[in-house]
Structure formats: structure tokens, C-alpha cells
């Protein structure tokens, strides 16, 4: 499975983006996928997940509310919608894969991961 993640950019506090990753290789549509996300100088951390089954979804506190993921199985891909970006919300963003059905925000579950797009939130 390849992962292709885009759609990061420079915005300015308040506005919105939205990150695509587009999986090829295989099916992805029995899978959870999730968004992780490292700032300089930081660890990797979970931002946003969803399962395959029920499309249930998942997300970190610090986005909850103002990012919402989605996944259309059709084009083999999830979205992240982000609402509101805050300066704190510089990083690189990546997408990681699993199949399996639990969303976890442990990255190192996670077999498949893209390359990461840069978001940069100016104040």
C-alpha cells in the first residue's frame, strides 16, 4: 500500500485547510486510517483517526471540534478537515494505515504511512 497525503499550506490563524491521502496499491476500504502530526522539536502525535467499521471516528482533544476526518472509500481515501488553525498547529501531517478496525494513537500500530504534507499556521 503507498500512501499520498496533500493539500498542506501557509494560512493564517483562523482559517481552514483540507489534507487528502489517496492510498493505491491495495483496497483500503477494511481499514482505519489516521492522521498524525509533529512540530519541531516535538514527538509525533495523534491528531484524528476512523474505522472502517461504522466509520467510527476519533480525535485528539486539542482538535476536537474543529477538525472533522472522513474517508470515501470510492476514491480509496480520507480527508482532514481543518477548521479554526491555530498557530499550535504547525507540523507535518501524515497519514498511517491499518487493518484492522481499533483506532489507535499509538503510530507504531500503524503498518503503512505517506510522507507527510507541512501545515504552517501564521498569527
Known amino acids: 500500500v503507498q500512501l499520498q497525503a496533500s493539500g498542506g499550506g501557509l494560512v493564517q490563524a483562523g482559517e481552514a485547510l483540507r489534507l487528502s491521502c489517496a492510498a493505491s496499491?491495495?483496497?483500503?476500504?477494511?481499514?482505519?486510517m489516521a492522521w498524525f502530526r509533529q512540530a519541531p522539536g516535538k514527538e509525533r502525535e495523534f491528531v484524528a483517526g476512523?474505522?472502517?467499521?461504522?466509520?467510527?471516528?476519533y480525535y485528539a482533544d486539542s482538535v476536537k471540534g474543529r477538525f472533522t476526518i472522513s474517508r470515501d472509500d470510492t476514491k480509496n481515501a480520507v480527508s482532514l478537515k481543518m477548521n479554526s488553525l491555530k498557530p499550535e498547529d504547525t507540523a507535518v501531517y501524515s497519514c498511517?494505515?491499518?487493518?484492522?478496525?481499533?483506532?489507535?494513537?499509538?503510530?507504531?500500530?500503524?503498518?503503512?504511512w505517506g510522507q507527510g504534507t507541512l501545515v504552517t499556521v501564521s498569527s
Open positions: 498511517g494505515l491499518r487493518f484492522d478496525v481499533g483506532i489507535t494513537t499509538n503510530s507504531a500500530l500503524y503498518d503503512y
Open positions: 496499491g491495495r483496497t483500503v476500504s477494511r481499514s482505519t
Open positions: 476512523i474505522s472502517w467499521k461504522h466509520d467510527i471516528t
